[in-house]
């Protein structure tokens, strides 16, 4: 079978091109005249101000749309013996600043990521980490919010600044419509935020990925502050939008998740039938008292709905009314009595007496013990074992906390690590059972805990691509200092130390499956050129795009900038060739790209590999510019291209 073949959106390089193939007069020494461009288009731009538009703005916006199109400025290189298990894993922890991260992604990850989970910072006044110049000065702001005049007086007394939402949205504006980009056009980006920002960021993700593309506000019940002046506030918020609900309308897509405890349930329904010999009130006591024990913030609670038992096990009742008014009022004989029974004032839901006669044979209808009580529907626990999820949960912080803690022999080296057990639940909820999750905020690595945890409870192959910057812990507080008595003085060695933590433990329960992952750290790009230059060199096939200062880079070390370059995953496969020639041939291969990679990185390349290359059909050759004269050039290329292949050089 072919792989599928990805379609990959435009750089801004390519919507450039596009745009000078329709109005190249807009053109001037390469750059866009947005005058003419207005000329040309006519009725197709508002006159209005730009201030006078419907949206989110905030001083700095355009900094911000500057900063989600630049080009990557970093490489990523691998770090051996950081990981588990690296030679068979397809999990990644990606160790650098997350924008550039994202941006060195692209090629290789373009709509190919099913969900993007997120816990940003929460703009709660705590310095930002990263090295973006978003921020906004003080004195600008206050000028272009017109707090205070030219001279700096100030005309206004704000009593909370702006300036800092002005920050935060300047901050997180690129990472997510970089994030936009790689996701897949049936993906998902779910974001936990608190109240500090989650207006600011429901406005934020109408501008980058359409207000019609939101789903839902998710409210997490974390916990109760008795302390709190006003109202005890234990909320925080996961706000989940499509990459595109067209998508999934078409696709016919419905949500739904395993009701949790079902088959608990069942085991304890079947030992209670057999021990009270179907004596049905014994049997819904035994099985309340075991719901009894089940506290609000387990997953198993909708199953205390189930209160009624019968042969077919649990079940609860419905109504049968017709939503509204104006419902079909066909009579109804009641079983034993033979009399009609009572019709619900509304009418029947069920729109026809054939529907109902059919709903009844099922066992999905239940009488009353006379013709005055209205027949109720019958939801039988066993045979409804999916559920769609509401959108209020419980989950408390202090739980999780402690979960976290036991990892670290009881000791906090994180402050506020996300329910892993949570993040399984909704992971599953939104992704198939071969799809990847991405977190380019993996603090304390609860994302790839939760994927290994989902695969291990519904037997899938998901994977993970967690992104966190090396910044170092704050030693003030507690958690910092313990972090750093062990030797996990940045957050990105708490990530990964948490991650072999729970992978050797899981191990030791038996679960199969990869519980491994690779850690790559950011790195200046060994090319001599920009990543982005290079790349776009490389697409056109040009035989001498630039030349390379590689001396001290061992070639192993460049194989994920040259794979970054060309659009391959991170988990591309990889195996050496064998052949007769002296050189060391690779080949890497992902379903995601059509096209095989053939590289060799020796200094010279041999006449002898052109016999290996011609045997390969259909690959892409890739060497050094200067391992080859460009007589041997020219006889490779030719040689190549007889054999459907291409043939570029670094």
């Not at 992704?431 to 999750?437: E, L, R």
Request: hydrophobic share 35%; aromatic share 10%; with cysteine.
């Amino acid at each position: 079978m072919k792989p599928e073949k990805v379609e990959r959106r435009p750089s801004n390089e390519e919507r450039l091109e596009t745009l000078r193939d329709l109005f190249p007069e807009v053109f001037t020494d390469g750059r866009v005249s947005a005058e003419r461009l207005k000329e040309l288009l006519e009725d197709g731009v508002s006159d209005a101000p730009a201030d006078e538009h419907y949206g989110l703005t905030w001083p700095g916006k355009q900094q911000a749309r500057r900063l989600a199109n630049q080009p990557p400025h970093v490489t990523l290189r691998p770090v051996p013996g950081a990981g588990v298990d690296e030679a068979t894993t397809g999990n990644m922890v990606l160790v650098g600043d997350n924008l550039q991260i994202l941006l060195a992604l692209q090629k290789s990850y373009a709509n190919s990521i099913k969900l993007v989970y997120i816990d940003p910072p929460y703009n709660t006044g705590n310095d930002f980490i990263y090295k973006d110049t978003f921020a906004v000065d003080e004195e600008l702001y206050l000028q272009e919010t017109r707090q205070a005049d030219l001279n700096g007086r100030l005309v206004s007394n704000p009593q909370t600044s702006g300036r800092f939402h002005s920050n935060w949205l300047g901050f997180m504006y690129p990472r997510l419509a970089v994030a936009q980009r790689l996701l897949r056009e049936d993906g998902f980006i779910v974001v936990s935020i608190d109240d500090a920002e989650v207006a600011n960021l429901r406005l934020l993700m109408n501008t980058i990925f359409g207000e019609e593309n939101f789903i839902a506000t998710l409210v997490w019940d974390r916990n109760r502050k008795n302390d709190a002046k006003y109202f005890s506030v234990g909320h925080e918020y996961m706000l989940v939008y499509a990459r595109n609900i067209g998508r999934l309308q078409d696709d016919g897509v419905v949500l739904r998740a395993p009701k949790e405890g079902v088959e608990e349930v069942r085991e304890l329904f079947n030992k209670l039938r057999k021990e009270h010999n179907d004596d049905w009130e014994k049997v819904r006591v035994g099985l309340k008292a075991f719901y009894d024990t089940i506290p609000d913030d387990d997953p198993r609670k909708p199953l205390k709905r189930y209160t009624l038992v019968d042969a077919d096990g649990p079940y609860e009742k419905g109504n049968l009314n017709w939503p509204g008014t104006g419902g079909p009022k066909y009579e109804v004989l009641h079983p034993v009595t033979k009399k009609p029974v009572k019709i619900p004032a509304s009418g029947w839901r069920l729109s026809t007496k054939a529907r109902f006669d059919e709903e009844y044979a099922a066992g999905r209808i239940v009488f009353g013990p006379d013709e005055t009580t209205t027949p109720r529907s019958k939801g039988c626990l066993f045979q409804m074992t999916k559920q769609v999820l509401p959108s209020v949960q419980y989950s408390y912080a202090q739980t999780a906390a402690q979960r976290f803690e036991a990892l670290f022999n009881n000791q906090r080296v994180f402050d506020n690590p996300k329910p892993f057990d949570d993040l399984a639940t909704i992971f599953n909820y939104l992704t198939g059972p071969d799809d990847v999750v991405l977190d380019f905020f993996a603090g304390s690595g609860s994302s790839g805990h939760g994927v290994w945890l989902a695969n291990q409870k519904y037997e899938t192959r998901r994977q993970f691509v967690l992104v966190q910057i090396d910044a170092p812990v704050d030693e003030s507080v507690v958690s910092g200092k313990n972090a750093a008595k062990i030797g996990l003085d940045t957050i990105d060695k708490i990530t990964c130390e948490r991650l072999r933590r729970v992978s050797k433990a899981m191990k030791a329960e038996g679960v199969k499956g990869d519980l491994g992952f690779r850690v790559f750290k950011e790195d200046s790009p060994a090319l001599a050129r920009p990543l982005h230059l290079a790349a776009e060199q490389l697409e056109k096939g040009q035989l001498t795009m630039f030349k390379e200062k590689l001396a001290h880079v061992q070639p192993a070390d460049l194989f994920t900038e040259v794979l970054l370059l060309l659009g391959f995953p991170l988990d591309a496969r990889r195996e050496q060739v064998p052949q007769d020639s002296a050189n060391t041939l690779w080949r890497f291969e992902h379903p995601r790209v059509p096209q095989p990679l053939l590289l060799c990185l020796d200094p010279k390349v041999d006449d002898d590999l052109l016999g290996a290359l011609r045997e390969r059909k259909n690959h892409t050759f890739v060497c050094r510019d200067e391992a080859l004269t460009d007589v041997v050039k020219a006889r490779f290329y030719d040689a190549l291209k007889l054999a459907d292949s291409t043939f570029k050089v670094l």
